[in-house]
């Protein structure tokens, strides 16, 4: 059974899960404990190389199917290389994105069903869900205003399509509150890294004494 700390950021394009998720393992890692910071997709060889296909604007056209298959086959790979080893040793493992990105980018975004999609990936990682998500909550336009002149695949569908993934992300935290921390991502940088600090530290506090 997995004894460390799992911890992943979700929320829509633009949101700073990066910033965010960098700050906490920065943090952690000063506290003296063990972080793996890792990224979805990728986080290993194999994963990566398959973020380079979801991802890169040259494969414009993915069937939405074959898109959500290989965002779970990366799952898979980083889950059982990866995040798994490190939790069984005791590491915190930070991630930026999992499974709820899937479910709301290809189960909402795409159409293709949450409950679907969830499912696919729930079988990819044998059900290994984080202790906490944190939902940096982004307004649509605001977050798509924040990305570069380059913006990847996913990042350069039309707002409609991100209004949604958003929207998505809310329900899914509305559903499972215990999980779930919600803050506003218009917020000082300092101060979300603060908060989220704060829970993870009261959660190691937790994990200790049991």
């Given at each position: ?10 929320g ?14 920065d ?7 063990e972080?793996?910071?890792t ?60 499974i ?111």
């Open positions: 059974m997995a004894s460390g700390l799992f911890v992943a950021f979700e829509g394009d633009g949101a700073g899960k990066s910033t965010q998720a960098r700050a906490l393992a943090a952690l890692r000063a506290a003296g404990h972080v793996v910071l990224r979805e997709p990728g986080g290993t060889p194999a994963a990566e190389a398959i973020r380079h296909v979801v991802l890169t604007p040259q494969f414009a056209g993915l069937d939405d199917r074959a898109e959500a298959l290989l965002y779970a086959a990366s799952r898979a790979e980083h889950v059982a290389r990866l995040v798994r080893p490190a939790l069984e040793r005791g590491a915190v493992v930070v991630t930026d994105r999992y709820d990105s899937s479910i709301a980018y290809q189960g909402v975004g795409r159409g293709l069903g949450p409950d679907v999609v969830g499912e696919i990936n729930l079988w990819a990682t044998r059900a290994l869900l984080p202790d906490l998500t944190v939902l940096l909550d982004v307004d649509a336009g605001a977050g798509l205003a924040r990305i570069g002149s380059e913006p990847d695949r996913l990042e350069a569908e039309p707002e409609e399509f991100h209004a949604s993934v958003v929207a998505a992300f809310d329900a899914l935290a509305a559903g499972d509150p215990d999980r779930y921390l919600v803050i506003p991502a218009s917020g000082d940088v300092d101060e979300i890294a603060a908060a989220v600090l704060a829970r993870v530290e009261a959660l190691l506090v937790e994990r200790g004494a049991r």
